[in-house]
């Protein structure tokens, strides 16, 4: 089932515009819709300028409660009516929220949009509550501390997932998938605006990914093939600087126990490569994207904790940098940490023995 009203507009002159609005939203965030126009001539073509022009795209509402509204954006005293013109082949986004529509209520909202006069069909949106909410992940830098990370939404009903990406009280729709999954945040550096990507797992693949490019007009997940029987992903991926998904992946032996661990690098484009990053099995691994745009890694495992570094760009057959950080055998936990004074990172190691946890720097 398709999780997006793409809506034409029959009654416009060449070129339609496509207005795409996804049929399932969560109270209390404003819903969000794109208009699109496309030149598909060899010609130059001109098309209505939404985003200098909102108060052209009009919003006729009628909430879960069945109060009617129409909504738009105030006309200046003066319009220069400038259209825009598009190059054969070139496409021009339009993004939009709707008005009040972050204090409806749980239910079955319809939505009419009207582009300079041009009306589109109604559409039904079903407003669902947090409850619907079956997971929530955030990843981030351990040298960003402030402000929200994004936070990953995987929103079930009725045996699908939507995935959403939560930023503050805006939300944005990423893609349906037909059972109950729990997706994943990447650790990503918001200052390098690298596409973040998302991960889950699903019955019969256990990694697929999707790259949230806010210039792209489609989004489309991907399995990524893991050429070991029964490897599992067994850790928060990264984003690098590169735009390259990097997640820690472990191997089981053909007799079950694993006995490597992996960083599973797949890029942009989609070609995937791998890189060793331990001969054990790990207890925990925690991840980082450092000030450089590179994965890092640090592995708790039996005998104490190793720290793995991957420069950008992360796809090379170079082996990964790795360090011993720290040599015991009764570590329960890690944690990152930023000690006082530095911006380098820093694991907080958590022993039975110790009221305090042991502060390791980064060996680099």
């Given at each position: 089932?398709?999780?997006?009203?793409?809506?034409?507009?029959?009654?416009?002159?060449?070129p339609?515009?496509?207005?795409?609005?996804h049929?399932q939203?969560?109270?209390?965030?404003?819903l969000?819709?794109?208009?699109?126009?496309?030149?598909?001539?060899d010609?130059?073509?001109?098309?209505?300028?939404?985003?200098?022009?909102?108060?052209?795209?009009?919003f006729?509402?009628?909430?879960?409660e069945?109060v009617r509204r129409?909504v738009h954006?105030?006309?200046?005293?003066?319009d220069?009516?400038?259209?825009?013109?598009?190059?054969?082949?070139?496409t021009r986004?339009s993004?939009?929220?709707?008005?009040?529509?972050?204090t409806?209520?749980?239910?079955?909202?319809?939505i009419?949009?009207?582009?300079?006069?041009n009306?589109?069909l109604?559409?039904?949106?079903r407003?669902l509550a947090?409850?619907?909410?079956?997971?929530?992940?955030?990843?981030?830098p351990v040298?960003?501390?402030?402000?929200?990370?994004?936070t990953v939404?995987?929103?079930?009903r009725?045996?699908?997932t939507?995935?959403?990406?939560?930023?503050g009280d805006?939300?944005?729709?990423?893609t349906r998938?037909s059972?109950?999954?729990?997706?994943?945040?990447?650790?990503?550096?918001?200052?390098r605006?690298?596409?973040?990507?998302?991960?889950?797992?699903?019955t019969?693949?256990?990694l697929w990914?999707?790259?949230n490019?806010?210039?792209?007009?489609?989004r489309e997940?991907?399995?990524?093939?893991?050429?070991?029987?029964?490897?599992?992903?067994c850790?928060?991926?990264?984003?690098v600087?590169?735009?390259?998904?990097?997640?820690?992946?472990?191997?089981?032996s053909p007799?079950g126990?694993?006995?490597k661990?992996v960083a599973?690098?797949?890029s942009?484009?989609?070609?995937?490569?791998?890189?060793?990053?331990g001969?054990?099995?790990p207890?925990?691994i925690?991840?980082?994207?450092?000030?450089?745009?590179?994965a890092?890694?640090v592995i708790?495992?039996?005998?104490?904790?190793?720290?793995?570094?991957?420069?950008d760009?992360?796809?090379?057959?170079?082996?990964a940098?790795?360090?011993?950080?720290?040599?015991?055998?009764?570590?329960?936990?890690?944690?990152?940490?930023?000690?006082?004074?530095?911006s380098s990172?820093?694991?907080?190691?958590?022993?039975?023995?110790?009221a305090?946890?042991?502060?390791?720097?980064s060996?680099?």
């Open positions: 089932m398709m999780g997006v009203w793409l809506l034409a507009f029959t009654a416009w002159a060449s339609m515009p496509t207005v795409t609005m049929d939203w969560l109270t209390g965030r404003p969000t819709l794109s208009i699109r126009y496309h030149n598909a001539t010609e130059p073509l001109a098309v209505p300028d939404l985003s200098n022009r909102p108060w052209l795209v009009k006729d509402t009628i909430d879960p069945g129409t954006s105030t006309e200046p005293a003066s220069a009516n400038r259209p825009l013109v598009l190059k054969s082949g070139e986004i993004r939009f929220e709707i008005p009040t529509s972050q409806w209520a749980p239910g079955v909202a319809t009419r949009v009207v582009i300079a006069n009306e589109a109604n559409r039904p949106v407003f947090d409850d619907a909410i079956a997971h929530r992940h955030s990843a981030r040298d960003h501390t402030v402000g929200p990370a994004p939404l995987s929103v079930q009725n045996g699908i939507d995935v959403f990406v939560e930023h805006r939300l944005q729709y990423m998938v059972e109950p999954i729990n997706a994943s945040a990447t650790v990503v550096r918001s200052e605006r690298s596409s973040q990507w998302i991960t889950w797992a699903t019969d693949h256990p990914a999707l790259r490019d806010p210039h792209s007009t489609e997940a991907r399995p990524v093939a893991l050429p070991w029987p029964s490897a599992r992903p850790g928060t991926g990264a984003t600087a590169s735009g390259a998904l990097t997640i820690p992946v472990c191997i089981p007799t126990p694993i006995t661990t599973a690098i797949v942009p484009r989609g070609e995937a490569s791998f890189r060793t990053i001969s054990f099995a207890i925990q925690l991840t980082n994207v450092d000030a450089s745009g590179g890092e890694f708790l495992r039996t005998t104490g904790v190793d720290w793995a570094w991957l420069g760009p992360t796809i090379t057959e170079r082996p940098f790795i360090q011993r950080a720290w040599r015991g055998a009764n570590a329960t936990g890690i944690a990152f940490t930023t000690p006082a004074g530095s990172a820093a694991v907080a190691i958590e022993t039975p023995n110790a305090l946890p042991v502060i390791v720097p060996p680099r």
